[in-house]
């Protein structure tokens, strides 16, 4: 198969994951958050340790409980929350700036560089979150943007920890683990702070298959093998179609609008998780790996 095809392949990931959005407020039962997350995390993660039929170590078991509850249990459960209350292009939208949080915890924690133009990124991607929360016309929840920051955080903990922390396993068998360790912490909290779902229609139905099967299983086996294919040079940089996807989805399928301050917002931030993505890359290449 050729590099073309296999990036390819690659961008079909952040394109389905910015199908979330709309998937959980149009198809989902409304208010059911750790729910949703623990249906889209575990079964995804059984399905992809059934297909690698490897684990780490057991002595990995503490780590893998900390990336799960970081990945997956706050990430997921904040995403949903925010899928909610918010309109999926801001929420998106929001959540890309989860990369540049990456940036300053890995100077922190890793000792990498922190260049001036890393950080002259890292500083418009802030303002250009500023401007999408705070306009005047913006009206936005207060708990969904609170959510969305929350999950961006705890998930650029976890990739952070999951540099640091690499077992001897393949990428795709350390994600299911995480998945499933995630999914995990998950239920007994949907289990006794959420009701019990009332009688799923074919649509609820759909939309959980898509997210599970589609937006979890098949899509990270999709990332990870490109990461493996073409290197992650060559796909970093595809992951802002996810919130691409959504705003166009929601201005497509919704109607929705968003003011022009706004607008300004959303593209600093795409930008500079675009630029961002790119001076990785262009890291990795001159370390040759």
Do not use: H
Request: hydrophobic share 55%; glycine share 12%; net charge positive.
């Amino acid at each position: 198969m050729s590099r073309n095809a296999d990036l390819m392949l690659a961008a079909m990931a952040p394109v389905i994951w910015g199908t979330t959005y709309i998937v959980t407020s149009q198809m989902l039962p409304p208010g059911y958050p750790l729910t949703d997350a623990m249906l889209r995390a575990l079964p995804a993660g059984l399905l992809l340790m059934a297909v690698t039929r490897q684990v780490p170590p057991v002595t990995w078991l503490g780590r893998l409980t900390i990336l799960g509850a970081l990945n997956f249990t706050v990430f997921w459960a904040a995403l949903f929350i925010a899928a909610y209350r918010l309109p999926g292009g801001v929420a998106a939208t929001l959540g890309a700036i989860q990369p540049l949080i990456v940036l300053l915890l890995a100077r922190a924690m890793l000792g990498t560089t922190l260049t001036a133009k890393s950080l002259l990124t890292a500083v418009a991607g802030i303002g250009g979150v500023a401007l999408l929360v705070l306009g005047p016309t913006a009206q936005l929840d207060g708990v969904g943007v609170t959510a969305v920051l929350v999950g961006a955080l705890s998930m650029a903990f976890g990739v952070v920890l999951t540099r640091k922390w690499k077992p001897p396993v393949s990428a795709l068998t350390f994600t299911a683990c995480q998945l499933t360790a995630g999914g995990i912490l998950l239920l007994p909290m949907a289990l006794f702070l959420e009701p019990a779902l009332p009688q799923l229609t074919a649509l609820n139905a759909a939309g959980f298959v898509w997210l599970g099967l589609f937006g979890a299983a098949l899509t990270y086996f999709l990332w990870f093998r490109g990461i493996e294919r073409v290197g992650p040079q060559s796909v970093t940089g595809l992951g802002f179609l996810s919130p691409l996807t959504a705003v166009l989805l929601g201005w497509i399928v919704l109607g929705e609008t968003l003011s022009p301050l706004q607008v300004l917002g959303a593209i600093i931030v795409l930008v500079c998780v675009i630029a961002g993505a790119r001076q990785a890359g262009t890291k990795t290449l001159a370390k040759g790996t």
